[in-house]
C-alpha cells in the first residue's frame, strides 16, 4: 500500500509565501514523476507543477510560472513546492500526485489534499 501524506497549507496574505510538503511511503519500487494539482471551488482539478525523477525535469502551470518552485528529495521520496508571491486566485485545495512503482506495477497516487487560502 501506497500513501501520500501532504503538510503546509494553511492561510496567507496576498503576496505571503507557503511552502507545501508531500511525503510518500508504503511498498514504493521507484517513482516516475511527483507533482502538484489544485482545485478551486466550482473550478477542474489542474496542474500546478511536476517534477520528473530521471533527470529532474519540471513543468509548470503558466499561472505560477516565476512565483512556484518545486523540488524533490529523493533520498526521503518527499516533494516540495514553495509558493512565494501569491495570490487570491491561488487559493484552492492542492493535491499531490505520483506516478509509483509499487509491487511491479505502476500507479497513480493521489494526496488527501491541502487547503491553501490567500486573502487579506
Known amino acids: 500500500q501506497v500513501q501520500l501524506v501532504e503538510s503546509g497549507g494553511g492561510l496567507v496574505q496576498p503576496g505571503g509565501s507557503l511552502r507545501l510538503s508531500c511525503a510518500a511511503s508504503?511498498?514504493?519500487?521507484?517513482?516516475?514523476?511527483m507533482g502538484w494539482y489544485r482545485q478551486a471551488p466550482g473550478k477542474q482539478r489542474e496542474l500546478v507543477a511536476i517534477?520528473?525523477?530521471?533527470?529532474?525535469?519540471?513543468n509548470y502551470a503558466d499561472s505560477v510560472k516565476g512565483r512556484f518552485t518545486i523540488e524533490r528529495d529523493n533520498a526521503k521520496n518527499t516533494v516540495y513546492l514553495q509558493m512565494n508571491s501569491l495570490k487570491p486566485e491561488d487559493t484552492a485545495v492542492y493535491y499531490c500526485?505520483?506516478?509509483?512503482?509499487?509491487?511491479?506495477?505502476?500507479?497513480?497516487?493521489w494526496g488527501q489534499g491541502t487547503q491553501v487560502t490567500v486573502s487579506s
Open positions: 517534477i520528473i525523477t530521471g533527470g529532474g525535469s519540471t
Open positions: 508504503g511498498r514504493i519500487f521507484s517513482i516516475y514523476a
Open positions: 500526485y505520483a506516478d509509483i512503482n509499487s509491487d511491479d506495477r505502476t500507479s497513480n497516487y
